[in-house]
């Protein structure tokens, strides 16, 4: 399917694994450049350079937990503009 979102530029959190990293997957797919954010540098990294050795998209990864105070400045001066945000951080206290 061609969503006409060729170059889009993408701002994925929660993005390494899971439902973030499909959904990063699908966006790579249609020739989106991704930006990758979440906790752990390492699973970042793994994910971008899968995605980048099956798709010709720029990968940036983003290593920040946003439950802290500034990281959501941080990721918007990293990432710059975005043209589309998938919010797909959560924080969901045990027991809920």
């Known amino acids: 399917m061609d969503l006409n979102l060729t170059g889009k530029s993408v701002l994925i959190t929660g993005g390494s694994k899971g439902l973030g990293l499909a959904i ?38 983003i290593a920040v937990d946003l439950a802290q105070d500034g990281s959501a400045g941080r990721v918007t001066q990293a990432c710059g503009d975005i043209d589309i945000l998938v919010n797909n951080a959560g924080d969901i206290p045990s027991g809920y």
């Open 24 to 61: 990063a997957w699908r966006f790579a797919s249609e020739g989106c450049h991704l930006h990758l954010a979440a906790r752990s540098p390492a699973v970042l990294e793994d994910a971008a350079d899968s995605i980048r050795r099956h798709y010709p998209v720029k990968v940036d990864t």
